[in-house]
């Protein structure tokens, strides 16, 4: 871990990977012009932020472990969504916390929740800040303390016996490789926040990782947890099964930060894969390559990569011009031999192989620990690891970059964000048309990229992961998005698509989950977190 | 559908299928007497029963759906444990239910839960009665309706296109397969209760079903779920994937008829598998046995079919004399060539394949309706379906009659239950070693059978389920057993073991599930309830 860089408070990941001004202007000349109408103009990144000052003091009793300057309390205002960037790129930081603290130990989250209590201050658990849903963005009028938990950051035991892994909340996806990498484990949990965030973010937002099928919900990797609520401690038992009643495991998976602070937890881990093969597969059809998608998945294969991008997203990651959409397939383990019959099916759905080589041994050992975000990145990296190609490789290096490449768009004044979703594959065709539709319609001058790419992919249906770009007027970014995001949920709730698959809730989903969650069910989680928190004091205003 | 045939009131399964005074004095003296201390007498079976008149008054509006005749009542004042068959063989029923009602809409439900309020009647839903934990024996003192769902049997929709099917929760398992199977689908789930279980008994228990790894318990297969409440009807978004907050399903998933009365699912179903191939293997020494595997699992393989006998249980259910313990491996569609892998991996721990033969075509289409009992036994049919032989055909066999000779056994003065659980793999043999000496010590004469199979293995540990063979006095069954399960439950939760890997909660297992339950859990529960059911009148005493 390169432990003297610097984090960007404004915008994603290392302050040092972002692109300085001349790479925007660059970037702009190269790519964007032939594109779309931008004047090239680049927004600064911003000073240092001037923060009005904490309304908080912090109990004499740990006071070390608070922080309350301006930069710590900007990083911690916002997550990293398009409308957190430009809002930081502006200077508008709201309402920052007044106050960030870092607990050590379970014992200090303890005495952090009792001390919020007795001051009347709202708790946002904070992970890697990487939410793009408002998630760890307090918007009530209550002095309120953002919970860093990075300093919860050991890893316990390894439990090679029985492949399990017990870690703290705060331990970020590199640490936790890195642990599990001298005894030939992995999680193989790659989220696209991947170097980013923490297990405890994962598991209080139900992350999902890059993996297209099979066990890639962080749901299905959890033995047992801890989580700390301001009642007290709730611990699940580790078993690797049970049918005893609900799981308690269950009902804190997505509480995001408003039943309690998930402190620790056992995780189920595995051997790193010995084998892969991958292809990538072309399709002048697009329906076509949905179709094979479908069947692939419907006849028991199950790809551990299994990208499907349409003909803009394969021109623009993975660098492919003629025009047709890609399929990046990609199978590990034992199962390599299989990547044979989907490549029947796909022909049989008028797909090419355009690139895929035989199986080859998988990279071992390096723990991803050096590997940018992940969603994409890590998948495209399982994908790159065989005999294929230059699309595999093109489509990696684009998305180490994409999260540091957005930051630059926004810059440039553009205004660029995703959307996702899940939805049964019967419904797919016309929720791809009408989120497309509502977006462009929603886009200033009705002009907007939309593209889609499959990140996910079920039996029953598919996740559907949309990029929306369109020029954006200055200082105006925030409405702008807003409003597309606004019709694009419509057409999303409307076509029977989940408000997230896998972007969690937070503040921003909360009008559209309302609709889609039974309002008994809404009953039923406030008289969970009124057991659990009584004075309401985690998270207010995300989930419920 | 054989539908003029007549369920069993007291024991298991259809009357006409159980062993006769005749054949039961057979088992006697062929199989038993050169084991174990029995007189050869036969406990009758019971004469229609005689009860107290019901303390409740069907409604008018719907009398058509009550019945209050003594034979239905007797058939749902018990599950189908040994404690309960042994206490019906003896007339002793306690507690029947004041009246049954019979559903046939979600309306019909509704307007149950209301007048039940309205009359302070307990209301305990009840799908196919298969509970062995005293999930539909009430307890209390209330007048109380067993709330049979088995006329809500329509399978609503099969939805070829997204693979899932929508159905109701009165429908019982041949009648599902019987409706998926012209669609060359099936839900492959077949807990041991297969032929007598409803899938809203499955949803409400968190059943398990008989493939030993992947996808097996029926969460897995939940798409979504329509609930309803004394409250109101609770209904889940139909999606393939969603991280929007805790899921709504898994609070319902194992909520024992607590909650609400799951009406509907749309359930995941998938093509019936196009090959298997099979195998069994003996081991000479058992930990070896354990030892493979694990390693099985832990490579990344998932056979189907990952059953681990011990040598008496090999002798009793397989045929095998030799003493040695049998794993019977199975692996089904597109992983059919990874049964190699998996008899290398038993070599290197001393296992030789005993039978099993080339990949072949698997049977088709049968809908299984014809199978009785499940667990055990379609697991076997599966195994059965190989180039493989005797044992597995012998397994199946034996399994098919099971629960039938399960009943005779009790006739003939034996105790005969058993007992299940899920650990982490490294504390297994512990595990194993105490559930024995705590089944003999507590056994009258210290005397008792104590076999134990892996029905359902993970990579992080196996699912043990013992059977539990000792003599007793007449008319003590009872005392005996629960002094038994005891000694037992405190032996398998002393070493890490979950008190119910699938038989679920009830009544039965409620004393320790509430030491193994974080108690701000049992309080979110409880919340949970009252919310939903504010007075209290589902299934009181079970779960919480």
Known sequence: MAAWRERSWW??????????????????????????????????????????????????????AFAADAVTR???????????????????????????????TGHDVVAALDWAEAVGAAVVPYGGGTSVVGGVEYRGDNPWVS??????????????????????????GPALEQALAPHGLTLRHYPQSFEFSTVGGWLATR???????GPTRIDDFVEAMRVITPQGPVESLRVPGSGAGPSTDRLFLGSEGTLGVIVEAWLRVTDRPARKASASVAFAVYDQAVAAVRTILQAGLRPSNCRLLDPVEAMLNAGSTDGRARLLLGFEGATTALLADAL????????????????????????????????????????????????????RSSFLRAPYTRDALIRLGLVVETVETACPWSRFEALHAAVTAAAQA?????????????????PDGPAPYFTIITPA?????????????????????????TITHHHAVGRDHLPWLARQRDPLVTEVLRAAKRTVDPRGILNPGALL
């Not at 991803?368 to 690891?385: H, N, Q, T, V």
């Not at 929603?442 to 079920?458: I, K, N, Q, S």
């Open 207 to 213: 992350s999902a990782g890059h993996y297209a099928t």
């Open 344 to 395: 029947t099916i796909c022909a049989d759905h008028g797909g090419v192989a355009t690139s895929g080589g035989p199986p080859s041994a998988a990279p071992g050992g390096d723990g991803r620990s050096a590997a940018p975000a992940g969603d994409e990145g890590a998948a495209a990296s399982g994908a790159a690891a065989s005999g294929g190609a230059g699309e595999v490789a093109s489509w």
């Open 473 to 497: 007027r200055r200082g105006a970014e925030v409405v702008i998005w807003d409003e597309i995001k606004t019709a694009v949920s419509e057409a999303v709730i409307a076509n029977g698509g």
């Open 74 to 104: 900007a990083a911690h205002t916002y997550g990293k969504a398009f409308r957190d960037v430009v809002r930081a790129l502006h200077g508008r930081l709201y309402n920052p916390p007044d106050l960030v603290c870092y607990p050590r």
């Open 147 to 172: 919970l860093d938990l990075s300093r919860l950051n050991r890893v316990i035991e390894v439990d090679v016996v029985n492949r399990a892994v017990r870690v703290q909340g705060g331990v970020f």
């Open 11 to 64: 915008g994603w990941g290392w302050a040092d990977d972002a692109l300085d001004d001349d790479a925007c202007r660059r970037l702009a000349e190269t790519s964007l012009r032939p594109w779309l109408p931008i004047d090239g103009s680049v927004l600064p990144v911003p000073y240092d932020p001037v923060l009005a000052p904490p309304r908080l003091i912090p109990p004499s009793i740990m006071q070390e």
């Open 442 to 458: 929603a886009a200033p001058a009705r002009v907007a990229v939309v593209t889609c790419r499959l990140t996910h992919a079920y």
